[in-house]
Structures are given as C-alpha cells and as structure tokens.
C-alpha cells in the first residue's frame, strides 16, 4: 500500500495544477451520476445570466488519460482535482454508485501510473441537489452528512490517495452563494446565512478531519482557503478597526478553526459588530479541537484592500463584464465597519481582479508569523484570459507567463524567509468552465478548442512551466 512518505517527502517539491469536477468533467448524469446544485442552477436559474452550463465542459469525464498524459508530459508531479459527491452518492447520502466510484478508481490508477501525485478535494463548490433541496449547508445535519461521504472516500481510495482537501475555499463559496448571490443558492446580502453556512462549514470540515485521523489513514488532509489577505489602503481613518473587521469577515473563520482548531476569539463579539446569532453545535469545542488540519491549501489570486466605511448601505458588487471590464470595481460594503478599496496604481486583468504578485509574499509571511508557521500548499495560483488560436496553431500567453513567474518568485522569495510552503498548483490543468463566466475566460496551460471536440493544445505556458520545473527540481 502507498504511504504518505510516497506522496511527500523532503525533496519534493510537489509543483503541478488544478482542477474542479463540476468545472472539467462533463458527463453531468453520466453513469449513475445525480443532479448537483450547479447543474440545477445552470439548467434552470435566472441568475445564470451567461446561460452556459458545463455538462460538457471539457469533457475529462472521457478525456482523462489525455490530461494525465499531457500533466506528466509536461514535467508536473501532481494533480489537484476534486471529487463531485453527487457521483459518490446520486442523492446526497444512501446508495452509493458505483459508476462514480469506477471513474474516480480509473483517474488515481492513472495518475499513479503516470507518476502523477493525486490531491483530492471532497467538495469544490458542487452540492447534490438533493441536500440543497434540504436547505444546503443552512441545515444543522450537513456537517454529519459530509462526514459520512467524506469517510466513504477514504475508504474508497484512501490506500492510493494521499493528500486530501475538506472544503475548497468554504468562505468564497458561502460569500458567493449568499452574500454576493452569483452562486448557488443565490442568496443575497444575507449575512446571517453567509456565517452559518461557513459554521457548518467548518464544522463539517472538522469532524471530517477528525474522521481520517480515527480511520488510520496514512495520509495529510487540510482545507483550502480563498486567500484574503488584508491591506488596508494609507489614508484609512480607523486602519485597526478595519482591519480587524475585514480579516474576521474574509479570513478568521477558516483560519482559526483549520490551524488553531477552535473558533476565533473574538467570534462573540464580532457576531454582535456584523449583527448575526448563529446555531451553534453543542459540542463545538471538542468537535474544533479535534479537526486541526495538518496544512492549509492557499489559492492565492489577489488580496482585499480595505477602508473605513463610507456612509453606503451593505453591497456586494461582483464584476459581470464578459472580459472587457478592466476599470469595473468589484467587493463589499459593509454599513457601519468597513468597504473595499481600489487601489489605482496596480495592475489589474479583464475582469477588473488585481494581478499583484506580492500579495503572494505578504499572505505567506502574515500565515507564518501569525499562525504559527503552519504547513501551506499555494493550491491555485491563476490568471484569466481571453485567448484564441493564432494563425500557426498556436497559444501565446505570454501575459500568464510572466504572472506566474511573477507570483512563484514571490512565493519562492517567502520560502527563502521561512514560509513552510511545500507545493504550487497552476489554476488550470487545462481551460476549463469558469463559474458564472462560461467557457470564454480561460486559465489553462492546455488550450481547449471547443468547437473541436475538445481538442487539447498544449499553450506556450505549458511549456514555459515544464521549463521551470525542470530547473527548480532537486
Ligand atoms: C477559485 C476557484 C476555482 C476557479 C478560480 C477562478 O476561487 O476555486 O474553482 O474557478 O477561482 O475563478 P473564476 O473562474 O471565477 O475566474
């Protein structure tokens, strides 16, 4: 049987990229699978204004072996990808189905043929209807119910399958889903169900953790957090203030519960500033102390610049220009304690997001000096774009590469000043759905020609990446 001494090890570096089920696989009811929430929403919502699905997406449901080979090809040690539970379990808990548990077999055998380290996310934003139906991560039960699939996966693969994620990203996803409202379950400004959902959340994520350890598994598990690190801009009036606020709204309640395994400190309080009593679980204590991660996945995109509020009611704005929204603003106001700001003099892609490398540096350093210095996967790190084949067949993404290698010398830069980092994933593995966005805003380092049954085409990033593998491998 593999060991986790297998999966990592001190000279490896684990250097590889990402993907998510619902955004890659296709096959939505393929083999057995059951409806998820995004394919609810896809198929039926309003608030789907791109009206694109992506029951096709890039169709690694079929294509599998193509991207594995092409990930080795190119010099990578490992892939992140996640599981789609409503494969596992077609309505959320019960019946298993087996159809889903074959494909996810075939993709780890694969990856361990190909010499590929599988990194494996049990939820990556994809409820099976069936539980949202239920009221989603709202009902006190969904912590147990993601426990008993979680336990159901590492029984299933946990011999080959080494390094486990809980949740990816559970504050965006709940920021999402019911603050800002583009996701499902489209909730707007609904800031008590934006902390209970991230409560449960937690929860889950604990009692999951706590589930491995008891099980024996030979393997590390953590949770991925959507990096938001704070910078408050200089002319903020109350800078501590704010800062506290914001660094409890976007980041506390995963940090705390994952490294320090109990909710923040000041959580009571902090509750009363944002005006929100939460259900809280009886046995929360012992159920946080007994989930503490052994690392934290890190998906480093941007950070959040904030200021004192500014007089405006609560808002969330999220930029919906289709790639031609470099000036479009985006964040939060949040009435009576603090707003986003917009820091002019950065640089900042198509859809208005900061490309700011050093906020890979600044996050890196502000988890090693206050949380102890704990174990950190960069478990995505991307740039959106819109791109298209040039007249000789190929894709010149320059302006990804030199964001990436901006962003890993930064990353790099944090390591060499004592930042426990251990491993660094590229959003995507491929071009693949983006939330909301559709098919047109593309990260990959494989370029998918759409029109043409999913052809793979490795970008001048792909390149560039194995290059720099290459000559950073020891
Ligand atoms: C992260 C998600 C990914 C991915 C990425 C890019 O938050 O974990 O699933 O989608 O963001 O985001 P987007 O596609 O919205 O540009």
Redesign the pocket.
Known sequence: MRTLADAIHQDKFLWGS?T?AY?CEGGWNADGKGEGEWDFFSHKSPYNINSVDADVACDFYHKYREDIDLLAKGGQNTLRFSIAWSRIFPNGSGEINQGGVDFYNNVINYCLEKGIEPNVTLF??DLPSALAAKGGWLNMEMADIFCDYAKTCFELFGDRVKIWVTH??PR?YAHCGYFVGNFPPNRHLDMTSYYQALYNLMLGSAKAVAAFRSMGIDGTIGV?H?SGSIEVSPDTINPNTVFSDADFFFNRMVLCPALEGSLPAEFDTMMKRFGVALFQAPNEADIFASGKVDFLGL?L?NRQYVSDWQGGQTSATNNRSKGNGIQKREGVVIKHLFETAFDDTVERNR?G?EVRPESMYNALIELKDRYGNPTVMIT?N?H?SLESMDEYGEIADDERIEALSAFINQMIRAKNDGANVCGYYV??TMDL?????GCS?R?GLVFIDYENDCKRIPKKSWYWYRDFIASHSS
């Open positions: 990402t998510a955004q990556h934003y990816n990203e965006y991925v959507d998906n995109y859809w997001r995505e991307g959106g959003w995507s759905y983006s939330w909301v966005n805003k990260y």
